[in-house]
């Protein structure tokens, strides 16, 4: 009986801690790899380019989302193209706050990178630092490439977080200074954990309580088998 107590307790202890990250934002879908097979992104795109043996950025684009809760970040995938001319390479992510619809590019969150190919298609990763969104505000997904003469093309998104599929309208900044446009969200995804508000415990916090009760459970009902036998004897 007392060890039935404590494996229910360690499993509710697993499972509050093994809860997976969340989607926060996608225009690739939740499930598996995405592909365009799949239906999870189009053969089209924005080319995103370097030029020169500077590595100055020549073609960059950004994506405008808005964030349904609040969240830590975790990850960012971006769903790439190859093409004629197009090599591959560092790929610059960074996300960038919203300032009267046009990225602020004089507040930017956090700036990370992923490598890319030449392949046909490619969906790239890249870990957050842990920026934090919040819910209700907008922000812009910018990619940029500043390695000299590189070049790869930002598939166009084809799938929600809900998993119906057509391309995803939405604020589009391509190759800035250009005016923001409405358009079709080139394909990313935005993984994060939920942050619980201020005031709600923890998941893990309600498995301690619910070990604590158990546990508790478990010691009253020994203390009460070691009465019983007392009484009997």
């Given at each position: 009986?007392?060890?039935?107590?404590?494996?229910?307790?360690?499993?509710t202890?697993?499972?509050?801690?093994?809860?997976?990250?969340?989607?926060?934002?996608?225009?690739?879908?939740?499930?598996?790899?995405?592909?365009?097979?799949?239906?999870?992104?189009l053969?089209?795109?924005?080319?995103?380019?370097s030029?020169?043996?500077?590595?100055?950025?020549?073609?960059?684009d950004?994506?405008?989302?808005?964030?349904?809760?609040?969240y830590?970040?975790?990850?960012?995938?971006?769903?790439?193209?190859?093409?004629?001319?197009?090599?591959?390479?560092?790929?610059?992510?960074?996300?960038?706050?919203?300032?009267?619809?046009?990225?602020?590019?004089?507040?930017?969150?956090?700036?990370?990178?992923?490598?890319?190919?030449?392949?046909?298609?490619?969906?790239?990763?890249?870990p957050?630092?842990?920026?934090?969104?919040?819910?209700?505000?907008?922000?812009?997904?910018?990619?940029?490439?500043?390695?000299?003469?590189?070049?790869?093309?930002?598939?166009?998104?084809?799938?929600?977080?809900?998993?119906?599929?057509?391309?995803?309208?939405?604020?589009?900044?391509?190759n800035?200074?250009?005016?923001?446009?409405?358009?079709?969200?080139?394909?990313?995804?935005i993984?994060?954990?939920?942050?619980?508000?201020?005031?709600?415990?923890?998941?893990?916090?309600?498995?301690?309580?619910?070990?604590?009760?158990?546990?508790?459970?478990?010691?009253?009902?020994?203390?009460?088998?070691?009465?019983?036998?007392?009484?009997?004897?």
């Amino acid at each position: 009986m007392m060890r039935s107590f404590f494996a229910a307790a360690v499993l509710t202890v697993a499972l509050a801690s093994s809860a997976s990250a969340d989607f926060v934002f996608t225009t690739i879908g939740t499930s598996g790899s995405p592909s365009i097979a799949g239906g999870d992104f189009l053969a089209t795109g924005r080319n995103i380019s370097s030029g020169g043996s500077t590595g100055i950025p020549v073609q960059q684009d950004a994506m405008k989302f808005t964030a349904p809760n609040d969240y830590t970040l975790s990850s960012y995938q971006l769903a790439l193209l190859s093409n004629t001319g197009t090599t591959g390479g560092t790929l610059q992510i960074s996300l960038i706050a919203d300032n009267g619809n046009a990225p602020d590019f004089g507040n930017i969150i956090e700036t990370v990178f992923a490598n890319s190919n030449n392949a046909t298609e490619q969906v790239v990763t890249a870990p957050s630092s842990g920026a934090t969104v919040l819910t209700g505000v907008s922000y812009w997904l910018y990619a940029s490439m500043n390695v000299p003469n590189q070049a790869i093309v930002w598939a166009e998104g084809n799938r929600n977080i809900n998993g119906a599929s057509g391309p995803i309208s939405g604020q589009v900044y391509t190759n800035p200074p250009v005016t923001v446009a409405t358009g079709n969200l080139s394909g990313f995804r935005i993984q994060g954990a939920l942050i619980p508000p201020v005031g709600v415990p923890e998941p893990s916090s309600f498995a301690l309580v619910a070990l604590g009760v158990l546990g508790m459970g478990g010691w009253g009902w020994h203390r009460q088998a070691k009465k019983a036998v007392a009484t009997t004897v």
